[in-house]
């Protein structure tokens, strides 16, 4: 019984540590411009039910400049998140596109994209945006946030078959609004882009 406490508690005390070490890496960060981005027109643009989505974004954007554009729909979900879950779950069985306010992203070179992840897909705002522009001579670089699960391949295979490119940078994904250090994470991942 001892030996089994005393293991429990040396791999507790060896995760903490991994932990505490993970976090003073990531406080440490600073931030490079990538080559990617010098002398480059620059839009974050995403879509957000919650919010989760739009604070990354906001972060992003403090950090990499350029524009900042919020995707609306025509129609908005219901507040309720019960009702909206079960018209989203309707409209992905029947592979509907809901309607977007255009966004004009001709005057941009990389397009930083965000979206929620709705039922292990990405979500159908960011769907038609996806689908609605052309990203001829663009870089895409997505940012996607979740709560669960989600199969990461699965998720950046659908930007690129939707937005018809192959283009596509390393992808962020954060749990939620990346809950603490969100700063950090995003220069973590833009220095490695
Ligand atoms: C209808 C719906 C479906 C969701 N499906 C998933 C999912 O399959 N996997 C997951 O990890 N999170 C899922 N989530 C959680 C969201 O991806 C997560 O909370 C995200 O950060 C929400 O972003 P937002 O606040 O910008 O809307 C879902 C949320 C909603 C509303």
Redesign the pocket.
């Known amino acids: 019984m001892e030996i089994f406490l005393f293991g429990i508690f040396t791999i507790l005390f060896l995760f903490t540590i991994i932990i505490v070490l993970k976090i003073i890496a990531l406080k440490n960060v600073v931030y490079k411009k990538p080559e990617i981005l010098s002398n480059k027109k620059i839009l974050t643009v ?9 604070s990354v974004g906001n972060n992003l954007q403090s950090i990499v400049g350029g524009d900042l554009k919020e995707i609306e729909l025509t129609e908005k979900y219901p507040k309720n ?1 019960f009702k ?2 079960n018209i ?2 309707k409209q992905m069985k029947e592979d509907f596109i809901p309607q977007i306010k255009n966004i004009d992203i001709a005057q941009y070179d990389i397009i930083f994209v965000g979206s ?6 990405i ?1 159908l705002p960011i769907k038609a945006f996806l689908k609605n522009n052309s990203f001829d001579n663009k870089i895409i670089i997505p940012f996607i ?6 199969n990461k391949a699965k998720i950046v295979n659908e930007i690129k078959y939707l937005s018809n490119t192959n283009d596509i940078k390393k992808t962020l994904f954060t749990f ?2 990346g809950f603490f250090l969100i700063k950090e994470q995003i220069i973590k991942w833009l220095n490695n882009l």
């Open positions: 995403y879509y957000s039910n919650g919010g989760n989505t739009k998140i909206m879950s989203i779950r929620p992840i709705w039922n292990f897909s979500s946030t979740y709560s669960g699960g989600s939620e609004n």
